[in-house]
């Protein structure tokens, strides 16, 4: 049975296994869940979060929209602008993959977002992405 954790562990284990997204990064432990609570976050990173719409019964597909948040503490919005580019390029065409025993599919990108300085003085850009689920 898929869940909102699960399928959120899968997302991460793929983008983990995209060598052009890990090369943009300190390594592949900078992509977490939104909610990681570590006791340091290094920069450049993606969190991953989503919405989870459970399928009806067995027969139907769970949906879910996916948030790509990157993030970045450069001075200008460049580096987080450039990674969720890279980001869109290598979801934007993906018809489905399978990560983790679950298949993703109809998988569509929804919006990429200018970018927002935060709080903490970081900048941040999202990739939103609809997608079904089975498995």
Sequence with gaps: MITNETATEAWIAYLKSQTSVVALLSSSLQIKE???????????????????????????????????????????????????????????????FTQNGIKFFMIHTLKVTRPNRIESGAWQSTLEINAKASG
């Design 34 to 96: 939104l909610e990681y609570q570590g006791d340091g976050f290094v920069y450049p990173g993606i969190r991953v979060s989503l919405d989870f719409m459970p399928g009806e019964d067995l027969c139907f597909p769970d949906g879910m929209t996916v948030y790509l948040d990157t993030f970045s503490e450069q001075k200008s919005s460049k580096e987080a602008v450039h990674i969720t580019a890279v980001l869109l390029t290598v979801l934007r065409n993906l018809s489905s």
